[in-house]
C-alpha cells in the first residue's frame, strides 16, 4: 500500500514538474515579434478658417478684412523705398486687400509677416508692404480712424500687396497668419486657391479663388494656370514691355557699315546690327542709363543664322556717337541704340532686349535683311 501511494505521488509530482519546465521555457522564449511604432512626431495644421476671396472677415487685431482678387503680372509694384520688380527668373503675385477698422479708437493694421503664400512645392513666400496705389513709393499710413476703410472698390484707390516669386512657381494657397475675432484658437485664414488640387495644397482649391493669369506675352500657354512665365517673353515691335522699373520698346532694327562707334566702320568682313529702343521709366525711385544697359552683364543679345549669340558691341545715343547718359524720373522716355557686330552673311534670327537683372523680352528680326 504505502509503494502505491508513493508511486503515485511521484507521478504527480513528475506532471507538476513538466509544468514548471513548460512556464519557464515560456517566461525565457524570445517575444513575439511587434508591429514597429511610428516614432515621427508631426505637428498638426494650426486652427484656421477657409476664406474666400470677396468675403469679409473680422480679423483679431480690430479690421473686417478682403481679399478682393489677385493677380500674376511682371510690372514693378510701388513700394516704400523702391519698387519691387519681377528679376529675370521672377514674377510677382498681386493681391488687391481692402481693410475698414471696426474697433471705437483709431487702429493700426499691422502687415508685418500678415500673408504668405505657398507654391506647389510647399515653398512660403513673404510680402513687401501693403500700398495704395495713390501713394506710389509714399508711406502708406494704415492706421484708421473708427469705420475709415481702405481699399474698398468704390474708393477708387486700390490697396495692394506684392510678393516676389519665381517665374515658374504656382501659388496654390495664400494664407492670412490671422484668425477671427472672438475665436482666439485660430491663427490662420487659408485661401485655397482655385484649380489646386488636395496633394498640392492640403484641400482643393476653390472656385472662388482665381489667381489672374499673367499676360499672354510673357504666359507659357502649355501650363493652363497661366501662372508659368517664360523664359523669354514675346516681344512685338513699336510695344511698351515692362523689364525692371523700366517699359522697353523696340522702334527699329537694320543692318549697317557705316562708322557708328567711335567714328569706326565694322571691320573686314564684318557688319553692324542696330537695335532703336526707348526706355520709358515706370518708377518713382531715380534710375540712369546704367541700370538700363545691366552693367556688366548686360542681358541685350542677338543669335544669329549660324546660331551664335553675341553681346552688344556698344550702346549709344540715337543719332550721335556718343555714350548715351540720361536720370531718369517717373515717366521719362529715352531713345538709345544698341550695337552689335556679327559676319557680313550673317543675319540675326532673334534680338533679346532687357535692363539689368529683369524680364527679357525676344524679338524675332529674321525678316530684317
Not at 513538466?18 to 512626431?41: G, H, M, Y
Not at 510673357?218 to 513699336?238: F, P
Not at 520709358?280 to 548686360?298: A, R, S, Y
Request: hydrophobic share 40%.
Amino acid at each position: 500500500m504505502l509503494l502505491k501511494k508513493r508511486s503515485s505521488w511521484l507521478r504527480g509530482t513528475h506532471g507538476v514538474t513538466w509544468s514548471l519546465l513548460a512556464v519557464c521555457a515560456a517566461a525565457f522564449a524570445a517575444p513575439a515579434k511587434q508591429p514597429a511604432k511610428n516614432t515621427v512626431k508631426g505637428q498638426g495644421q494650426l486652427v484656421g478658417q477657409n476664406g474666400q476671396f470677396g468675403a469679409v472677415y473680422s480679423l483679431q487685431q480690430g479690421f473686417n478684412f478682403t481679399v478682393l482678387s489677385a493677380r500674376y503680372d511682371v510690372i514693378p509694384f510701388p513700394a516704400l523705398n523702391g519698387a519691387i520688380t519681377a528679376k529675370t527668373e521672377e514674377k510677382l503675385l498681386i493681391m488687391d486687400i481692402a481693410i475698414k477698422n471696426v474697433k471705437p479708437a483709431d487702429n493700426y493694421f499691422a502687415t508685418d509677416d500678415l500673408f504668405t503664400a505657398v507654391d506647389t512645392t510647399g515653398a512660403l513666400y513673404q510680402h513687401g508692404p501693403a500700398s495704395l496705389v495713390s501713394k506710389g513709393n509714399a508711406v502708406t499710413d494704415l492706421t484708421l480712424r473708427p469705420g475709415q476703410g481702405l481699399g474698398q472698390p468704390e474708393l477708387k484707390d486700390p490697396l495692394r500687396v506684392a510678393f516676389a516669386i519665381p517665374a515658374k512657381a504656382r501659388v496654390v494657397k495664400i494664407m492670412v497668419n490671422q484668425g477671427r475675432v472672438g475665436r482666439n484658437d485660430e491663427k490662420v485664414i487659408r485661401y485655397y486657391v482655385a484649380g489646386a488640387k488636395k496633394a498640392e495644397a492640403g484641400e482643393a482649391g476653390d472656385p472662388k479663388n482665381v489667381i489672374a493669369p499673367l499676360r499672354e506675352t510673357v504666359r507659357d500657354t502649355s501650363d493652363a494656370s497661366g501662372a508659368i512665365a517664360l523664359d523669354e517673353g514675346k516681344g512685338t515691335m513699336g510695344a511698351y514691355l515692362p523689364s525692371g522699373g523700366f517699359a522697353l520698346r523696340l522702334d527699329s532694327f537694320a543692318y549697317s557699315t557705316e562708322a557708328l562707334v567711335d567714328g569706326n566702320t565694322p571691320e573686314e568682313g564684318k557688319r553692324y546690327a542696330v537695335a532703336t529702343i526707348t526706355a520709358k521709366c515706370l518708377v518713382e525711385n531715380p534710375l540712369t542709363m546704367f541700370e538700363v544697359q545691366g552693367g556688366d552683364d548686360p542681358l541685350y543679345m542677338i543669335t544669329d543664322s549660324d546660331g551664335e549669340r553675341t553681346k552688344p558691341t556698344a550702346y549709344r545715343k540715337a543719332r550721335r556717337d556718343e555714350e548715351p547718359e540720361h536720370e531718369f524720373k517717373k515717366g521719362d522716355e529715352y531713345a538709345f541704340r544698341v550695337v552689335f557686330t556679327l559676319p557680313t552673311e550673317a543675319t540675326t534670327k532673334t534680338l533679346v532686349l532687357g535692363v539689368g537683372m529683369a524680364r527679357k523680352w525676344a524679338y524675332d528680326v529674321s525678316g530684317v535683311k
